[in-house]
């Protein structure tokens, strides 16, 4: 990172733009997110060589033992929740866990985690990542820590839209992987839009250069590209550009670990039984068909829907004081919701947890003992 006398820079392209200099002389790269590559350079460009030191040391991925990434050709088909749950899911098998968000246009992990107002600090090392929650030992069990890294956590309103070219979109992923500071992490999970656009081109090219994908080769200075979970709903219109995805992976040489069927169904609160929405099994002939591992089906969770949104399963009326007018009753529930428990302690009393428990421990099982195709 550039170190210089605290002053104020202008960047003779843009004399509107002014990169202001934090107390300590660093440079506040935040503001140059809005500029494409070459306004970045030219304004480092006119800083005098004497006043420009690069920091040494560790490269923020140094301490990231694991990289995962999830994907699907399709939108809409809950990757961010897929990632989240497995994320809760490795943390609570004691694992070390960060999440990536590279979604610039549409990022979802901070309203997920319910942090949308969190904000991003910087250190000397980089960025800081958002902490969801610390790890921690509870009755002899371990529970590993969660942190997150989103464009929304950057953003002034949650509701600016992103209106990026290629090349911005391109700079910001390279700037994600290079100057976040995750610190010794097991596991980093990477939340990617739909598609195979330049997000995906940029993180693969990124990644191939500064992770290893031969599980021999992994070493505490190098992180291990472990490789994809590919996220898929049922229908054949979902399955066939999950398929681009699978090609995707083939061309790049990133490993696959596996296919979720998401969606797979509804699953009724009251008796328990399994109602198919749209088609059945697709996610699964995908896989035999195209030879990756099939992971499991997860029926649509609506605990975990209210759990994300902050609530609880609706109770009954019978539960509400008798003769209770619609208003007291919404009164109620609002008191009734109100739970201090981190997420990851709420989120072992929705059902889908069992499921994503065992594809934790599937998961763990092939990139710890080296398997994928």
């Known amino acids: 990172m550039g170190m210089i006398p605290s002053q104020s820079v202008i960047d003779k392209q843009n004399p509107l733009r002014r990169v202001t200099q934090k107390s300590r002389g660093e440079i506040d790269f935040c503001h140059l997110i809005s500029n494409s590559t070459s306004h970045a350079w030219n304004l480092i460009s006119l800083l005098p060589r004497s006043r420009l030191t690069i920091a040494t040391g560790k490269m923020p991925l140094d301490g990231v033992k694991n990289i995962v990434l999830v994907l699907s050709g399709k939108g809409g088909v809950g990757k961010s929740s897929v990632t989240l749950q497995l994320a809760l899911a490795l943390t609570l098998q004691g694992k070390s866990v960060g999440i990536l968000d590279i979604d610039l246009t549409g990022p979802s992990i901070p309203r997920l985690v319910g942090l949308e107002d969190a904000k991003i600090t910087q250190a000397?090392?980089?960025?800081?990542?958002?902490?969801?929650?610390?790890?921690?030992?509870?009755?002899?069990?371990?529970?590993?820590?969660?942190?997150?890294?989103?464009?929304?956590?950057?953003?002034?309103?949650?509701?600016?839209?992103v209106i990026w070219r290629g090349p911005k979109k391109t700079a910001m992923i390279r700037q994600f992987l290079s100057d976040v500071y995750w610190g010794e992490t097991d596991y980093l999970l990477v939340d990617t839009p739909p598609g195979t656009s330049d997000e995906h081109i940029a993180l693969a090219e990124q990644l191939l250069r500064s992770a290893t994908t031969n599980p021999a080769a992994g070493s505490s200075t190098m992180p291990r590209l472990a490789g994809a979970v590919l996220v898929t709903t049922p229908q054949a219109v979902a399955t066939s550009d999950v398929r681009k995805e699978v090609n995707f992976c083939v061309k790049t040489q990133i490993p696959m670990l596996g296919v979720i069927e998401n969606m797979s169904g509804y699953t009724c609160p009251c008796c328990g039984e399994v109602t198919n929405l749209f088609s059945s099994g697709g996610g699964q002939v995908m896989a035999q068909e195209t030879g990756v591992k099939f992971l499991g089906a997860v029926p649509v969770d609506i605990q975990f829907g209210e759990l994300v949104e902050g609530k609880v399963v609706d109770e009954s009326d019978d539960e509400f004081e008798d003769g209770a007018q619609p208003e007291q009753k919404r009164e109620q529930k609002q008191d009734e919701v109100v739970d201090e428990r981190p997420l990851v302690e709420r989120y072992k009393d929705c059902w889908s947890y069992s499921r994503f428990e065992g594809f934790a421990d599937t998961l763990l099982s092939e990139i710890e003992g080296g398997v994928a195709n």
Do not use: E, I
């Open 124 to 161: 000397p090392g980089g960025w800081v990542p958002v902490t969801v929650h610390p790890a921690s030992t509870n009755d002899g069990a371990q529970r590993g820590s969660l942190r997150c890294m989103s464009l929304g956590f950057l953003l002034r309103d949650r509701g600016d839209a």
